[in-house]
């Protein structure tokens, strides 16, 4: 256990250190502000208030959940995987003495903490100007809600996340990988457009599932039914990543 | 060892997989409550427009601001489709305890109407005997053309608010359905839209003499949408309430809840009897429908119509000719005539593309309706009003040059 909580801290760290992180949070930073500014127009110039102080950090979630959040968890992905197969940085982190499971498991751990941590600033970020421009509507409720909204959207994220892990092990080519996760983001949200009816079957359509957390009466079967979608895509492609992984000469 | 591993990597795999498209199939042929709510609603609109003898049902609305009633009104309609008679009770009520009701009765043979603030009923007997159809049809919207599209537009538009609807299945075979949005669970975009054309459309408007919705100026959202419905065993809709809570402040800055309200209701299916009331001893005043168009247009048409043609010029109207409309033929169908014009001889430069054309009205098809063909084989159409002693007429297309009158009314040539 020690020698993964190690692997886990390390990639967290160089993660960290590619200042992608911090690439991530001043452009959701800009994009809240952006956002904020168009309600503020909106609601003073046509005398609404259309966004209420929590409805805010929702509508920055439905938004950054489908862009922003997918883009930099793959460029985060291909950088814990692909990069270092091309720098062959992979050998050193191998010399360590961790099986190949600890350090994959360790790989993906620290991708679903950089999603999390994500999350958390851009929550925290756009409750900040939801309380600043319409402190007038803020409840406990509200704010619940909110964290829910927030952290339930992590697992839709990182099974997509390892639809990624799985293009970077077969792929040596970041860029090759990045591209392909772009056709796919981008072929999923088409297909699901043109066939709502079968958008169950595309993990993208899930990114937005914390709507169905954000109702008053919750539909158990339903929520089931998505989260066991999801953990099945996230098994498939967990191990047959994993599968890959093990099998790669370094 | 490595065979060990390799089938737990391929058993997990196939877990994985076993469980993704056994969900995700299940998912996409789950209908959630809103479907089963969508297809309630249609099944209940075809049911009506066709399946069944008689129903009454019970419409009302209310509107009403911070729990005070500005307005409701409330409509009970019975209906007996096989024999042809409705009859409705409207009545509306007012925030200053006005109250007002308004009577209705329908059969093949006539109609009765009757207002309560006066004493009079109005009996209006149709001269021919209408058919069973026309008295009780309502018509299916779900088999209009433009239905499946707009569901779709309705859908997409809905998105996830569909998962607010909860739909709960008794054991007797009825369900109720129920969903309430409060505010920071409607998208943003919706309510934007929505709160903006309430303002723009129903704030500040009049609903009575002195009843008026108040006008809001700002800060105006969604604050609650919220329903109930209820199947009953033969799995139409048989209650329906709905409600939708708009706040928002007026110019004064005092805030204001609107509340508007609706209620369904459909029973007595199949046993709804509709009696025509008895009007002896009322005050009647009664008035025969003629339902032929022919009885108004009558052989008193025949002949020669008239309209000057005049001109503004130089500040005086100037006569510069005539237009004619001669009627030459009407029979059980058609109406047959002319149209003409005439120009005086110092103004021929006006009676350049002077029409001269021959038409036919078919009355069966729609009675205002005229089509002809000009010498040079263009066709023309337009519209022709049988008024009582002149015609109007309306040529589709007719421009005219900006000096001259327009004028459309027709009088006769009397033969003297």
């Given at each position: 256990?020690?020698?993964?909580?190690?692997?886990?801290?390390?990639e967290i760290?160089k993660i960290y250190k590619k200042k992608k992180v911090i690439v991530a949070v001043i452009i959701s930073l800009f994009a809240i502000?952006?956002g904020?500014?168009?309600?503020?127009?909106?609601?003073?110039?046509?005398?609404?208030?259309?966004?209420?102080?929590?409805?805010?950090?929702?509508?920055v979630l439905s938004l950054f959940s489908r862009t922003i959040l997918p883009f930099f968890t793959t460029l985060v992905v291909i950088d814990v995987f692909s990069g270092?197969?091309?720098?062959?940085?992979?050998?050193?982190?191998?010399?360590?003495?961790?099986?190949?499971?600890?350090?994959?498991?360790?790989k993906v751990s620290a991708v679903a903490f950089f999603v999390l941590v994500n999350l958390i600033i851009v929550m925290l970020l756009s409750?900040?100007?939801?309380?600043?421009?319409?402190?007038?509507?803020?409840?406990?409720?509200?704010?619940?809600?909110?964290?829910?909204?927030y952290?339930?959207t992590l697992i839709p994220v990182v099974a997509f996340a390892l639809i990624i892990v799985?293009l970077a092990?077969?792929?040596?080519?970041g860029t090759?990988v990045f591209f392909i996760s772009v056709?796919i983001f981008i072929?999923?949200n088409?297909?699901?457009?043109?066939?709502?009816?079968?958008?169950?079957?595309?993990i993208t359509?899930?990114f937005?599932?914390?709507?169905?957390?954000?109702?008053?009466?919750?539909?158990?079967?339903?929520?089931?039914?998505?989260?066991?979608?999801?953990?099945?895509?996230?098994?498939?492609?967990?191990?047959?990543?994993?599968?890959?992984?093990?099998?790669?000469?370094? | 060892?490595?065979?060990?591993?390799?089938?737990?990597?391929?058993?997990?795999?196939?877990?994985?997989?076993?469980?993704?498209?056994?969900?995700?199939?299940?998912?996409?042929?789950?209908?959630?409550?809103?479907?089963?709510?969508?297809?309630?609603?249609?099944?209940?609109?075809?049911?009506?427009?066709?399946?069944?003898?008689?129903?009454?049902?019970?419409?009302?609305?209310?509107?009403?601001?911070?729990?005070?009633?500005?307005?409701?009104?409330?409509?009970?309609?019975?209906?007996?489709?096989?024999?042809?008679?409705?009859?409705?009770?409207?009545?509306?009520?007012?925030?200053?305890?006005?109250?007002?009701?308004?009577?209705?009765?329908?059969?093949?043979?006539?109609?009765?109407?009757?207002?309560?603030?006066?004493?009079?009923?109005?009996?209006?007997?149709?001269?021919?005997?209408?058919?069973?159809?026309?008295?009780?049809?309502?018509?299916?919207?779900?088999?209009?053309?433009?239905?499946?599209?707009?569901?779709?537009?309705?859908?997409?538009?809905?998105?996830?608010?569909?998962?607010?609807?909860?739909?709960?299945?008794?054991?007797?075979?009825?369900?109720?359905?129920?969903?309430?949005?409060?505010?920071?669970?409607?998208?943003?975009?919706?309510?934007?839209?929505?709160?903006?054309?309430?303002?723009?459309?129903?704030?500040?408007?009049?609903?009575?003499?002195?009843?008026?919705?108040?006008?809001?100026?700002?800060?105006?959202?969604?604050?609650?949408?919220?329903?109930?419905?209820?199947?009953?065993?033969?799995?139409?809709?048989?209650?329906?309430?709905?409600?939708?809570?708009?706040?928002?402040?007026?110019?004064?800055?005092?805030?204001?809840?609107?509340?508007?309200?609706?209620?369904?209701?459909?029973?007595?299916?199949?046993?709804?009897?509709?009696?025509?009331?008895?009007?002896?001893?009322?005050?009647?005043?009664?008035?025969?429908?003629?339902?032929?168009?022919?009885?108004?247009?009558?052989?008193?048409?025949?002949?020669?119509?008239?309209?000057?043609?005049?001109?503004?010029?130089?500040?005086?109207?100037?006569?510069?000719?005539?237009?004619?409309?001669?009627?030459?033929?009407?029979?059980?169908?058609?109406?047959?005539?002319?149209?003409?014009?005439?120009?005086?001889?110092?103004?021929?430069?006006?009676?350049?593309?002077?029409?001269?054309?021959?038409?036919?009205?078919?009355?069966?098809?729609?009675?205002?309706?005229?089509?002809?063909?000009?010498?040079?084989?263009?066709?023309?159409?337009?519209?022709?009003?049988?008024?009582?002693?002149?015609?109007?007429?309306?040529?589709?297309?007719?421009?005219?040059?900006?000096?001259?009158?327009?004028?459309?009314?027709?009088?006769?040539?009397?033969?003297?």
């Amino acid at each position: 256990m020690g020698t993964f909580k190690a692997a886990v801290i390390n990639e967290i760290i160089k993660i960290y250190k590619k200042k992608k992180v911090i690439v991530a949070v001043i452009i959701s930073l800009f994009a809240i502000v952006m956002g904020q500014l168009m309600v503020t127009v909106v609601n003073t110039g046509f005398g609404l208030r259309a966004v209420s102080g929590t409805q805010f950090p929702i509508l920055v979630l439905s938004l950054f959940s489908r862009t922003i959040l997918p883009f930099f968890t793959t460029l985060v992905v291909i950088d814990v995987f692909s990069g270092e197969f091309s720098h062959n940085t992979m050998k050193i982190t191998m010399t360590r003495p961790i099986t190949r499971i600890k350090l994959f498991t360790a790989k993906v751990s620290a991708v679903a903490f950089f999603v999390l941590v994500n999350l958390i600033i851009v929550m925290l970020l756009s409750m900040l100007a939801g309380i600043l421009f319409n402190s007038d509507s803020i409840t406990e409720m509200g704010v619940f809600r909110v964290l829910l909204a927030y952290i339930v959207t992590l697992i839709p994220v990182v099974a997509f996340a390892l639809i990624i892990v799985f293009l970077a092990n077969i792929f040596k080519s970041g860029t090759t990988v990045f591209f392909i996760s772009v056709i796919i983001f981008i072929a999923f949200n088409a297909i699901t457009i043109a066939f709502p009816r079968y958008s169950s079957l595309f993990i993208t359509s899930m990114f937005d599932w914390h709507s169905l957390w954000n109702v008053n009466t919750f539909q158990i079967s339903k929520i089931l039914r998505e989260f066991f979608i999801i953990l099945g895509c996230a098994i498939m492609f967990y191990t047959a990543g994993y599968y890959l992984f093990d099998k790669r000469d370094l | 060892m490595k065979t060990k591993k390799r089938l737990t990597i391929l058993l997990s795999f196939c877990l994985g997989a076993a469980l993704f498209m056994s969900t995700a199939f299940a998912d996409v042929f789950s209908k959630e409550g809103y479907d089963q709510f969508k297809d309630a609603i249609k099944y209940t609109c075809e049911k009506l427009s066709g399946d069944y003898d008689s129903y009454t049902s019970e419409v009302a609305l209310s509107i009403k601001d911070n729990d005070t009633l500005i307005m409701s009104n409330a409509v009970i309609a019975k209906v007996d489709m096989v024999n042809g008679k409705r009859e409705n009770i409207s009545t509306d009520e007012y925030g200053n305890g006005k109250k007002e009701s308004y009577y209705y009765y329908e059969d093949t043979k006539c109609s009765i109407r009757k207002d309560s603030d006066k004493d009079t009923y109005y009996l209006y007997e149709y001269e021919n005997e209408r058919d069973v159809k026309d008295i009780s049809d309502f018509n299916n919207p779900f088999e209009e053309e433009e239905a499946e599209d707009i569901e779709k537009i309705f859908d997409a538009l809905i998105g996830n608010l569909k998962h607010h609807v909860i739909v709960k299945e008794n054991n007797d075979g009825t369900k109720e359905f129920s969903g309430t949005i409060s505010d920071a669970q409607i998208p943003a975009l919706i309510n934007a839209v929505t709160s903006f054309f309430f303002k723009q459309a129903v704030s500040g408007s009049n609903l009575g003499d002195d009843e008026f919705i108040p006008n809001l100026k700002d800060d105006v959202f969604i604050n609650t949408v919220s329903g109930n419905a209820g199947v009953n065993n033969d799995g139409i809709i048989d209650n329906l309430f709905a409600s939708f809570v708009l706040s928002g402040k007026d110019e004064n800055g005092v805030e204001h809840k609107l509340t508007f309200e609706a209620v369904m209701k459909i029973y007595s299916i199949n046993s709804t009897f509709v009696t025509k009331p008895d009007l002896t001893g009322k005050e009647v005043e009664k008035d025969v429908v003629k339902s032929d168009p022919d009885a108004y247009i009558s052989g008193k048409y025949l002949g020669k119509w008239k309209s000057d043609i005049v001109i503004e010029k130089h500040d005086s109207f100037i006569k510069i000719g005539e237009k004619f409309v001669e009627i030459t033929a009407i029979d059980d169908r058609y109406v047959y005539g002319k149209y003409y014009e005439v120009y005086k001889e110092e103004y021929a430069e006006y009676a350049e593309g002077k029409r001269d054309f021959e038409f036919k009205l078919d009355t069966e098809e729609d009675w205002t309706r005229f089509e002809g063909v000009d010498a040079s084989g263009n066709p023309i159409d337009g519209f022709i009003w049988f008024e009582r002693g002149y015609i109007n007429m309306y040529i589709n297309g007719d421009i005219r040059s900006e000096e001259e009158v327009y004028n459309n009314q027709f009088n006769k040539v009397f033969e003297e």
